[in-house]
């Protein structure tokens, strides 16, 4: 296994400070990696209990990856994770706790992208923007999203 990276806790990995843990109390809800973001070695920032695993594999030059595949094994995971890229453009990105109240926001340039573990997400665009989504699937269209206004008022179906 790979080890695990505890940005959270403030540890300074070295280039790894270009991630941010964003937490709901101690758990950990979204990180932010920005476009610039390395390290030396293979190194994971989400846990090795995590539902969706994220981090850098390193190789040198003239190193490879056997060729391999992945067995079949059934997993259980309850909830959705995502992780998306901006390809192009200039966005904001509202974390919220699983109570719908904000917890952070940030701003995103081309490169930069955002792990989605937990809580909530919105998006609002600066400038024209594309956004690289990969989420767990099948998707299950509309039934498996909580839609909320975060100011409270009434949103329309």
Do not use: W
Not at 37 to 63: E, I, L, N
């Amino acid at each position: 296994m790979m080890p695990h990276m505890d940005i959270a806790e403030g540890k300074d990995r070295g280039s790894m400070s270009a991630i941010e843990s964003i937490c709901q109390g101690q758990t950990p809800i979204a990180y932010i990696v920005r476009a610039g973001a390395t390290d030396a070695t293979t190194s994971f920032f989400t846990g090795d209990d995590a539902t969706f695993q994220a981090g850098f594999v390193v190789y040198p030059a003239g190193g490879s990856v056997v060729p391999h595949i992945h067995l079949p094994v059934v997993r259980t995971i309850v909830g959705t994770s995502e992780l998306l890229v901006v390809r192009s453009g200039r966005c904001i990105v509202d974390i919220y706790g699983d109570n719908q109240a904000l917890v952070a926001s940030r701003e995103l340039a081309t490169g930069d992208l955002v792990v989605s573990v937990g809580g909530g997400h919105g998006f609002r665009m600066l400038e024209d923007t594309v956004l690289f989504e990969v989420k767990q699937g099948p998707y299950g269209g509309a039934a498996e999203k909580e839609r909320f206004d975060p100011t409270g008022a009434p949103r329309p179906q």
